[in-house]
């Protein structure tokens, strides 16, 4: 077995031994839209005023796309900053750059198993959504993949700055909530982007889980190709990498 499986089966059992992460990262999605499609009236009715009224879309299908949105973002800026936190915190990092595998390959360890936990936790959230609420599938499958790939890429990528910022673990999590709740907002978790007014849809196009929001609205509902959301999820992506890369402490 070579280094980088261990270091992947170790982070994978890091991972899954912490409740906190089992549960915000593979069922909390599932379990929203679960209670939200129930608990509240009129979300399995079709959407009657409005632009999308005769469309037969309901709410609990746009809120399926925005639970879809707020999977990427709570691995993205809860689950993985802390990881690297604790280990900048208690000296793990530090003793790490004197010796001679880099830091790059517990990075690539950590977000491999994140990205696989988003996999699980967006399949359970799909999962409710066909089995439960019998949303329909989406009418162009590969965009839905795209956008959720590129969201996944560029939100990973502004949880990667928090990581690289933060030196305790109470800064990754002031820092993580700092940006989450916002980015759920312009993710459509409490309006969604569908229903939001004009100006705020399109500050919503250039923040980036908003942009992906859109993305996926477009992908499952309509028939274009959202080019201008994907283009923004790719800027991101390009400006934050490199920014966190070039920010990154060991200490």
Known sequence: MNANTVILRTQARLFLREPANVFFALLFPALLLLAIGLAIPGMREPITEGALAGSGVRPVDLYMTAVLALAVATIALTTYPQVFAIYREKGVLRRLRTTPMPASRLLVAEIVVNLVALVVGVALALAVAFG??????????????????????????????????????????????????????????????????????????????????????????GEGFPLHQLVVSVVWTAILVPLAARLFRWE
Do not use: C, K
């Open 132 to 221: 439960v609420f019998r949303v329909e599938a989406p009418t162009q499958p590969l965009v839905v993949v795209l956008a959720l790939v590129l969201g996944a890429v560029s939100m990973m990528a502004l949880g990667s700055l928090v990581t690289a910022l933060a030196s305790s673990t109470g800064a990754a999590s002031a820092m993580g909530m700092s940006l989450y709740f916002p980015m759920l907002f312009f993710g459509g978790v409490w309006v969604s982007v569908a229903l939001m007014p004009d100006t705020l849809r399109t500050i919503a196009t250039y923040v980036p889980l908003g942009a992906v929001a859109q993305a996926l609205n477009e992908g499952w509902f």
